[in-house]
T-cell receptor, first 113, second 115 residues
């Protein structure tokens, strides 16, 4: 069952601005992952953060994880029009086989040039 | 480059026919692959876990006789949508690889349209 919830559902910003997306989940996790999906395409893995990590960076991406609140955020700094896509968080639950990801509902990000 | 290949990328079929979708791991062996379904502007929902050499494990609510999964080799899993109906129209995505705390690789998905 889907346990992740993301907000906002849609986000529209101007190029150069930062974009923050949030994700909440319900059960214990091994890790939380963020993916990007361009319209009609497959998923591109962005960042994986383990349950014992609190923050992770990759280029213009910054992910935080708060296991006490069962929430995560993805920050994209200095956004570009090419960042326009849907972004999903996915949790790999502890006690389950690896790879059985539970996805959030996603945030549709639109970056206007 | 892609490490998981999915084919076809798009398929249109008539109601009542069956459609087979392939998922291949290109440079690694995958004893387990996963099949997801995605409705327009919605999230991905896990349908089943494909196990090499044994029966697939289906998630609750997924009809195993409707969505046949075969994982006959370590690099290939197939999903066959049998007797397709318009409500089966969807985006199907497979994934494979990774390990605990290591990300999976996803195929580019298959857009199925049943007319």
């Amino acid at each position: 069952s889907q346990q992740g919830e993301e907000d906002p559902q849609a986000l529209s910003i101007q190029e150069g601005e930062n974009a923050t997306m949030n994700c909440s989940y319900k059960t214990s996790i091994n890790n939380l992952q963020w993916y990007r999906q361009n319209s009609g395409r497959g998923l591109v893995h962005l960042i994986l953060i383990r349950s014992n990590e609190r923050e992770k960076h990759s280029g213009r991406l910054r992910v935080t994880l708060d296991t006490s609140k069962k929430s995560s955020s993805l920050l994209i700094t200095a956004s570009r029009a090419a960042d326009t896509a849907s972004y999903f968080c996915a949790t790999d639950g502890s006690g389950t086989s690896y790879g059985k990801l539970t996805f959030g509902q996603g945030t549709i990000l639109t970056v206007h040039p | 480059g892609a490490v998981v290949s999915q084919h076809p990328s798009r398929v249109i079929c008539k109601s009542g026919t069956s459609v087979k979708i392939e998922c291949r791991s290109l440079d690694f062996q995958a004893t387990t692959m996963f099949w997801y379904r995605q409705f327009p502007k919605k999230s991905l929902m896990l349908m089943a876990t494909s196990n090499e050499g044994s029966k697939a494990t289906y998630e609750q609510g997924v009809e195993k006789d409707k969505f046949l999964i075969n994982h006959a080799s370590l690099t290939l899993s197939t999903l066959t949508v049998t007797s397709a109906h318009p409500e089966d129209s969807s985006f199907y995505i497979c994934s494979a690889g990774g390990s605990t705390n290591s990300p999976l690789h996803f195929g580019n998905g298959t857009r199925l349209t049943v007319t």
